[in-house]
């Protein structure tokens, strides 16, 4: 639930010129990276989207987020009712937005907050390692234009690379998830 509440606010960025303006006439081949939101983001969209661009994943960042994510996996399995309170408010229109839903929820606020992260900074963190682990498979297929992407976002496609291991069996490890509606 958290990791697709997080993405239903995430955009896919479009394609941009070496200049940083939007690519407007040749579009972007499917195997260079711009197709799956690795190029840098136009100032014209959500500020927190943005900030992926210079959002650094450390080892604490990711011992937080996956804390976080088994807490929240935990909630969702003996309170799914959270799940449909927070969906109640329908689509997030930012990422703070989103963030904010999370920290209002009594129960993910202190989900969060034990794990020693927020609503935002954990969405954040999702983003940006989903992001990452589509570079990284980019990136193992050969296929990733490091040219186009920003450089931490490259420091992020290492970093997945270094701590896969850890970040499948924390993915895989989640509690059993009913379908999306």
């Known amino acids: 639930m958290t ?3 997080a993405l239903a606010c995430y955009q896919d960025k479009p394609p941009q010129s070496a200049s940083g ?14 197709q799956l939101g690795l190029q840098p983001v136009p100032a014209t969209h959500d500020t927190a989207i943005r900030e992926i661009d210079t959002f650094r994943l450390t080892s604490e960042k990711l011992q ?17 009712e959270v799940e449909a ?22 129960s993910m606020h202190a989900a969060l907050q034990h794990a020693g992260t927020n ?17 990284f498979q980019l990136k193992a297929m050969g296929k990733l234009d490091a040219s ?18 850890e970040l499948m069996g924390t993915i895989t490890a989640g509690a059993p998830r009913r379908p999306m509606p």
């Open 148 to 165: 186009k992407v920003p450089p931490v976002v490259l420091e992020n496609i290492s970093f997945v690379g270094s701590h896969f291991k």
């Open 21 to 34: 303006t939007r690519a407007t006439s040749t579009p972007a081949s499917p195997d260079s990276g711009a």
């Open 64 to 80: 937080r987020w996956t804390a976080a994510k088994h807490a929240l996996d935990s909630l969702h399995s003996t309170h799914p």
């Open 85 to 106: 309170h927070i969906r109640s408010g329908g689509r997030p229109k930012n990422v703070d937005d989103a963030g904010k839903r999370f920290d209002d929820e009594p």
């Open 3 to 5: 990791l697709a509440f």
């Open 119 to 135: 609503g935002r900074d954990f969405l954040l963190t999702s983003i940006a390692l989903q992001q990452a682990m589509k570079g």
